[in-house]
């Protein structure tokens, strides 16, 4: 395995960040101020895979045919978002994804890291990217409720503006652009959360009991959080709120633990 030094780095249309090939051959940004990676540099794809796709019980319950609600809490590069899509379409499974994100990527941005690389149909990615590009101009244009370029809506929750983007015929994905911590819900709940934010040295009030309780509540009995994160100080507190935290195997060439909390 390359060394972390050795990786190439690509500069990004966006000044605060940079491209970085990672070691399976897709590319993910690194913050250049605080040096935060937005998935593993062992290899962004086959973590996004494995520690949200499938461990979360995502892909078996799209291959069975089974409606699914997804909560991403970080959206970033939306890997884990077309990862899901991907096989929700490819299955002809319904679909809801419910995306949390304080600083939503540019299409720009996310055409940069060629994220058609990372499904089997690169319809997935295309109509997001071009989506995600009339979103800003229509949201200016219209003064918060609008169709979104034939493609979307721009709804009204108070608080932030939830964008609502129909992916598929039976495929729904929705971003509301919000800090997660001051994010209210009181909508059905989710069989599954990608816990996605940056390291708790980072981002540490969204690792705390809180948010993590907020978590537990908005979570299906049997539903998974799942997240790359195994600090003792993380399980301790996702078992205080009522969790059953395990430990299992992390992707090949990559960490050697990531974690599944399960809501009993």
């Not at 997804?70 to 899901?84: D, K, N, S, W």
């Not at 058609?116 to 997935?124: K, Q």
């Not at 721009?154 to 964008?163: N, Q, R």
Request: charged share 25%; glycine share 10%.
């Amino acid at each position: 395995m390359n060394q972390r030094g050795t990786r190439v780095r690509l500069p990004c249309q966006d000044p605060r960040l940079e491209i970085e090939v990672t070691d399976d051959g897709s590319r993910t940004l690194i913050n250049k101020a605080t040096g935060d990676s937005y998935h593993s540099s062992s290899g962004a794809l086959s973590e996004t895979r494995h520690v949200y796709l499938l461990n979360s019980g995502v892909a078996e319950r799209l291959s069975m045919h089974r409606a699914t609600r997804v909560l991403e809490i970080g959206l970033g590069t939306a890997m884990g978002m077309f990862v899901t899509l991907d096989q929700a379409v490819q299955h002809g499974t319904p679909l809801e994804y419910f995306a949390l994100e304080y600083d939503w990527l540019s299409a720009g941005v996310i055409r940069s890291l060629a994220p058609e690389s990372w499904v089997d149909n690169p319809a997935v990615v295309s109509d997001y990217l071009r989506w995600r590009s009339t979103v800003d101009q229509d949201a200016r244009s219209s003064g918060g409720q609008h169709q979104c370029g034939g493609l979307g809506e721009l709804h009204d929750s108070g608080a932030a503006p939830v964008f609502r983007w129909q992916a598929g015929p039976e495929q729904v994905v929705q971003v509301q652009v919000v800090d997660a911590l001051r994010w209210q819900y009181d909508g059905q709940p989710f069989d599954a959360i990608y816990f996605d934010p940056f390291a708790p040295d980072t981002n540490t009030e969204l690792w705390q009991t809180p948010m993590l309780g907020l978590m537990y509540k908005v979570l299906n009995t049997g539903g998974r959080l799942v997240t790359y994160c195994v600090k003792r100080e993380v399980r301790d507190r996702l078992t205080s709120v009522g969790f059953e935290v395990r430990k299992i195997r992390g992707p090949e060439g990559g960490k050697r633990e990531v974690l599944v909390a399960l809501r009993q």
